[in-house]
């Protein structure tokens, strides 16, 4: 028997705001959209787009989660138990000099990242096994050492993932919790699986609210059935995922050569 196969490019999972759009006029009594049109629509839309986002991401939906950012951090001047490297929105600094880009990428926290979740290292240049990196945002903060030849340790705080910095130029690979970015038009994907219901549903109750709000009661119960099915598709996935418990290391238990 033939299996059927993927039949053409430009084929996709993710509906576009356009249907969100459809539907909301129709929830909003304007189908014909006299005034409801796209751009009106729009800042609701992506209102509701980043809070269907936080409520996703706070139930780690796989799809806000990335991997495989990579940039190599330049080495610090020299060791100094008082000095501290930082990667944020305006670039690096490894304590004493500022970088934007370096070894022709950019150095910048990703547009997108909420909360970094796993960073690993490796020599700069190399082809080594990455080694990851101790997380100390719930464990006292960094500690007060001379740098080495690793960065050993990192720290998210003010927006910022915070080193000790390392002796040696330093290649990261970052994995994050990320937030999609606003939609632009009605012709920008929706980037999540079956939420057109959600998104459209919470884009109607604040469309609702700004007109006056007598419609609202009724789409908030439609939004909160929304989000649950897609809350419980992201449970039901967890339920089949195997957890292993990490072996215990003390902080000062791994050697940093």
């Known amino acids: 028997m033939a299996i059927a196969q993927p039949s053409g490019a430009g084929q996709t999972a993710y509906a576009t705001l356009s249907t969100v759009?459809?539907?909301?006029?129709?929830?909003?009594?304007?189908?014909?959209?006299?005034?409801?049109?796209?751009?009106?629509?729009?800042?609701?839309?992506?209102s509701a787009y980043r809070h269907v986002n936080s409520e996703l991401g706070n139930v780690q939906a796989p799809s806000y989660i990335k991997d495989d950012v990579l940039m190599v951090l330049p080495a610090v001047a020299g060791q100094d138990a008082s000095v501290q490297a930082v990667l944020n929105n305006a670039g690096f600094n490894n304590g004493t000099s500022n970088f934007t880009t370096y070894s022709g990428v950019v150095l910048q926290l990703p547009v997108d990242l909420m909360v970094p979740l796993r960073i690993e290292e490796r020599t700069a240049g190399s082809t080594e096994e990455w080694i990851e990196i101790t997380d100390m945002t719930d464990a006292g903060g960094l500690p007060e050492q001379l740098q080495g030849s690793r960065l050993c340790y990192w720290e998210w705080r003010t927006d910022?993932?915070?080193?000790?910095?390392?002796?040696?130029?330093?290649?990261?690979?970052?994995?994050?919790?990320?937030?999609?970015?606003?939609?632009?038009?009605?012709?920008?994907?929706?980037?999540i699986r079956d939420g057109q219901n959600?998104?459209?549903?919470?884009?109607?109750?604040?469309?609702?609210?700004?007109?006056?709000?007598?419609?609202?009661?009724?789409?908030?119960?439609?939004?909160?059935?929304?989000?649950?099915?897609?809350?419980?598709?992201?449970?039901?996935?967890?339920?089949?995922?195997?957890?292993?418990?990490?072996?215990y290391t003390s902080r000062h238990g791994r050697s940093w050569l």
């Not at 539907?23 to 609701?44: I, M, Q």
């Not at 915070?162 to 038009?185: C, P, S, V």
């Not at 884009?203 to 119960?221: D, F, N, Q, S």
């Open 21 to 46: 759009f459809t539907l909301v006029r129709s929830l909003v009594n304007d189908a014909l959209g006299s005034w409801a049109t796209d751009a009106v629509l729009l800042p609701y839309a992506n």
């Open 160 to 191: 910022g993932i915070y080193l000790l910095g390392a002796t040696q130029d330093e290649q990261i690979k970052l994995r994050y919790e990320a937030a999609f970015l606003d939609m632009t038009d009605g012709t920008s994907p929706l980037e």
């Open 198 to 247: 959600a998104v459209a549903f919470k884009t109607a109750e604040l469309v609702a609210l700004a007109r006056g709000g007598a419609m609202a009661p009724l789409m908030k119960p439609q939004y909160d059935d929304a989000i649950e099915l897609l809350k419980n598709r992201v449970a039901q996935r967890e339920q089949h995922v195997g957890r292993r418990r990490k072996a």
